[in-house]
């Protein structure tokens, strides 16, 4: 992660020297020159896609060698499920999901995800088809993270439509099933420099919404519906990565 560039700074600092390999999350156009020069005291660079490599270059990345390796899944774990078994595990507080709709976001509650936006598109589209009974939106995410999931969903009107896990977290073993209770994974993230939960639940036969920015669609392609962007905006905390948006009308219509 970025990490290692602080990691690499300090051990200088405090004298200690061992090669360092470096495996960076590049999600998003726009790394720091600054962050490209501390990484260049290490032994290589790794990233998770060629766009990450591209990025990385393009700050002005002057240090030894540059590759990529990208994620993978274990197929024996992730793979397609029976639907209705998968959905007969989750206690859904009396509610028949049998035969519904099922919507599903799977990742981190953090500002570049855009929780929010995939709350809001999502109620935006229910509203628009006539709020359906039987559709629902699945939120396995850590709850105390950046978004407030429970006050959104109130003041979007979609709390009764909302299902969470309840504890936040699931053993890896379970997660197969709850892909396998989705009809589509739908994300807004502004970037990512890989999508690891897409490629799980892709292995698990769940179809795939996402915007087109970031690592994700070097190694993608189609196999993802793809909403461009509209626009784009950038991180603060003198960061400044380009973060790609796509607009309310452009996600609901895909």
């Known amino acids: 992660s970025w990490n290692v560039a602080a990691m690499s700074d300090s051990m200088s600092v405090q004298n200690v020297w061992c090669p360092i390999v470096g495996y960076l999350a590049i999600d998003s156009e726009n790394v720091s020159r600054g962050v490209a020069g501390q990484i260049s005291n290490l032994r290589a660079v790794v990233c998770h896609t060629q766009y990450g490599v591209d990025q990385l270059k393009a700050s002005g990345y002057a240090g030894p060698a540059v590759t990529f390796i990208g994620h993978g899944v274990d197929t024996g774990l992730y793979a397609p499920l029976d639907k209705k078994e998968c959905r007969s595990g989750f206690d859904i507080k009396g509610r028949d999901i049998g035969n519904a709709f099922i919507f599903g976001f799977v990742g981190m509650n953090q500002p570049r995800k855009r929780l929010d936006l995939v709350l809001a598109y999502f109620a935006a589209w229910w509203k628009g088809a006539g709020k359906p009974e039987n559709v629902y939106l699945y939120v396995h995410t850590n709850f105390d993270g950046y978004w407030d999931v429970r006050q ?81 905006t950038y991180t603060g905390n003198q960061i400044n990565t380009k973060r790609w948006i796509a607009s309310e009308d452009d996600y609901i219509t895909a």
């Open 152 to 232: 959104m969903a109130d003041y979007l009107g979609i709390r009764e439509c909302v299902i969470r896990t309840e504890t936040g977290a699931l053993p890896e073993a379970q997660m197969p099933a709850l892909y396998g209770a989705l009809d589509v994974m739908i994300s807004c993230a502004e970037g990512e420099s890989w999508g690891l939960t897409s490629l799980e639940s892709m292995a698990c036969g769940v179809p795939q919404i996402a915007v087109k920015c970031g690592g994700m669609p070097s190694w993608a392609g189609d196999s993802i519906y793809w909403v461009e962007p509209s626009f784009y």
